[in-house]
């Protein structure tokens, strides 16, 4: 009985060994959905966003794990944050500097609506207020060319662009 214990303990140990080639993860790659942040400037304006970016991993997000016609946090975790370092116009609506929140409400067709939250440290959107929205706009999504595996966010000169899965959502700022 013994003996075979031994044995058990010691096929256990080797199982956790890691070979010392290989690097060991680091903490945020391990992650099933690891931060990531997305700078750059639109015009003079410096924009930050900071997310969470889950994978696809087979399954349908828009209409699927997504529901259409409810408030996403446009990331996975903590609620995605937009900050912006001077005041901009959002889709034609002016937006003042300040870190927001940022919320999408997926749709089947037609437009989608994107939230600029006055509260940007919240958990999910579990505690998401309506009332305490900056500004909301409709934006029109557009099929991309390829899969998104990951989310990812794209600051550009005319804006900010959400992709992931098969979509591409473009958010026109000046």
């Known amino acids: 009985m013994a003996f075979g214990l031994t044995l058990g303990l010691a096929g256990a140990a080797h199982a956790q060994t890691t070979p010392a080639n290989m690097p060991a993860p680091t903490k945020e790659a391990a992650k099933p959905s690891p931060a990531a942040t997305a700078t750059g400037k639109i015009g003079t304006t410096e924009v930050t966003v900071n997310y969470s970016s889950p994978g696809v991993k ?24 937009v900050e912006f370092s001077k005041a901009v116009t959002v889709e034609g609506k002016a937006l003042p500097a300040g870190k927001y ?3 999408v409400i997926p749709a089947e067709s037609g437009q989608w609506t994107v939230i600029f939250n006055k509260v940007p440290n919240q958990w999910g959107a ?25 989310l990812v966010y794209e600051v550009t000169p005319t804006g900010l662009v959400l992709r992931w899965e098969n979509i591409e959502l473009p958010v026109a700022i000046k």
């Open 58 to 81: 087979g399954r349908k997000i828009f209409g699927g794990l997504e529901p259409y016609g409810k408030v996403w946090r446009a990331g996975a975790n903590e609620a995605t944050t």
């Open 101 to 103: 929140g940022f919320f």
């Open 126 to 150: 579990f505690k998401y207020d309506e009332k305490q929205d900056a500004l909301r706009v409709l934006v029109t999504p557009r099929k991309s060319a390829t899969l998104t595996e990951r």
